[in-house]
């Protein structure tokens, strides 16, 4: 009997050793880490969440390290980080050409490097998720030429536009796809000025000197939602009634948002974050694994996005939405701050 | 040299920061077409409202002989505190003290100060009781502080002031400025008294010369230090407060970069960084100069950059103008 118990415990544990391994396996397949340009605004803070969640059920551990929007910071958590030979690093680079060289150290370690959001086309990488930020000032583009139509019965007037640091490539791409695009309008005169450090008393600062020195303002483009807070007080200050001066913004978050709701901003440009933070997870396994990715349509979580195989590696373009009265609850939007119900699956 | 000269010869090196801003407005106004009209100027005192109420308290410390660098972080504490409590959009809780809702002036007030207050109190305590250097303390409270905020605000923003406090940064009809220029103005003129009239104002300013020679005059020098970091960082805890209010609401990165604006202000205001020397008059002008100059290149559409090499410049510039004034003095005494 001693034996038969002693057997069947044995047994059982060995069972239960090899359910454990596999469990553990299933479930965490490494760490990943998430090198996230600052915290200091709401898109980058949302991404971290995103992206920690999304990649855990998929089965990785995120560890996200913040650069605080320095450079040399981020160069040197690429070094640490290297060291520490995760599965994967995920890159959304305070400078876009000053981290290429860390892409490569990384890289020649065996480690794949994808890069979110922010999009480098100069090395190699392993896999891109981006929105486009010249795309961004592409839509943007589309929206304003719209709404001055509108109001002017033609595509001209003035606008303000409100880049922000002038050192982040991020606001000059956009600002380059927002400009080409308005090249066509030659009546639409653009005054462009930047929020140093996109700090948003600086914005408002610029939009109280313009307002007085242009009065004849028509369109208020700002390159961030919080940007878009002061530019409101800013205009409420200055006696402004909402919608009496248009304003439109980028980047989707929800203050951004609420503002549409209480009718001071027409636009706003979502870069669509959960979306692109999903396409990362779906496609984890195959970077990881080194598989082949192949280029086409996919679904990402309701939006039809593209891989194609560029220079730079493999890349996905998720379009960037115009959010505006009419949408402005869809749930899809991530500065509505509702996830995704439905589980994210690795691409097959 | 007549009594009369040197007297004028004294008023003179004693107001040179407000001399160059009338050649600087006059400069721009002739200069730039539409920078001279009332509304280009009210926009000049209002922007100099935070940056300035926030170089009252970095100034009194500096005369003091001590440093204080977390002005500006406990300026973005107290806006996202003001944000959180008092917006009604974004993580703001949008809190109103009805029946009387303009309760929230004064308890939104108090509460910044207080806030500010406490982190001046820490900072002074361990200059003064465990004799830690001043820029190392404060320096350590600029990053814990604005990890703070970013901890509290979970990098998110609050929008959407509260209409009873949003009112502090609507311009008032007559005079076109805003309550919260106003605050600005009257805190300049009661530090002012409270530095040149005052004991305690000239105990600071002596400790700042010399501290050991005060000591042994019978000033309780530590108790004054303590003071001077309280002031400044409830004096913050009020710039931050106007921030929140101009700006209707708070971001995690609100305030970033007027440690440096507010720096530049007090030098070129003044007051020395040896201590000892300045007054708050010229720290004003100081800062209304940054603020004129900024609104020049706001409205020329120059790159920003030019911002930060002009600010450079006259940094130099005042130590420059502060040496060669030092040298004046030594030979008219």
Known sequence: MKRFLRA?????????????????????KGKVFYMVPTLLDEFQTASVEAITNFMKEVGYTVEAKNADNKTDLQ??????????????????????????????????????????????????????SVA???????????????????????????????????????????????????????????????????????AGTIVSDQLVANPDIDLIFVHAAHLAVAAVA???????????????????????????????????VEQPLFAQAAALAMFADKVINKQEIKPGKYDVLGLESEVTIESWGAN????????????????????????????IKPVE | MSARQRAIIEFMLDNLVWLLLIVVLAAFSIGIPSYFQIGIFTNIIEDSTYVGVMAIGLAIVIIAGNMDLSVESVAGLTAMVTGILFCNGGIGLGYTMAPVEWLAIPVSLLLAIAVGGIIGFSNGLLVVKLRMNAFIVTLASYIWVRGLVLALSGGRSAQGMVPELRIIGIPIDPILLPPSALIAIVSFIGFSFLMRRTPFGRHITMIGGNPIATFRAG??????????????????????????IRTSGATANLGVGMLFKAFAAVVIGGVSLKGGIGQLPGVYAGVLLLSAIQTAINLMGLPAHYTQLILGALVLAAMLIDTLKLQIRQRLA
């Open chain 1, 8 to 28: 069947t415990l044995a047994a059982g544990a060995i069972a239960m050793a090899a359910f454990a391994s596999h469990t553990a396996e299933a479930q965490d």
């Open chain 1, 75 to 128: 160069q040197s958590q690429m070094n640490d980080v290297i060291a520490l030979k995760p599965k994967a690093i995920i890159l959304a680079a305070v400078d876009f050409n000053a981290l290429v060289p860390s892409i490569e150290k990384a890289r020649a370690a065996g480690i794949p490097v994808m890069i979110f959001d922010r999009q480098i086309k100069t090395t190699k990488s392993d896999f891109t």
């Open chain 1, 132 to 202: 486009g930020t010249v795309e961004i000032g592409y839509v943007a583009a589309d929206q304003i030429q719209g709404l001055l139509k509108t109001k002017n019965g033609s595509v001209k007037g003035k606008v303000l536009q409100v880049l922000g640091d002038p050192a982040d490539p991020y606001t000059l791409e956009i600002q380059q796809g927002f400009e080409e695009k308005m090249k066509a309008f030659p009546d639409v005169k653009i005054i462009s000025l930047p929020a140093m450090q996109w700090e948003a008393s600086n």
């Open chain 1, 234 to 268: 800013s205009l409420e200050a200055k006696g402004k009634k909402p919608g009496e001066v248009m304003l439109v913004s980028s980047n989707g978050a929800p203050v951004g948002l609420d503002l549409i709701r209480k009718g001071w901003e027409n636009v706003e």
């Open chain 1, 316 to 343: 996905i373009k998720i379009p960037g939405a115009a959010i505006n009265k009419g949408n402005v609850d869809d749930t899809k939007f991530w500065g509505n701050l509702k996830p995704p119900a439905t589980p």
């Open chain 2, 219 to 244: 000033i309780k020098t530590d108790r004054l230090i303590l003071v001077s970091f309280i002031l400044a960082g409830a004096v913050a805890g009020i710039a931050g407060w106007l921030l929140a």
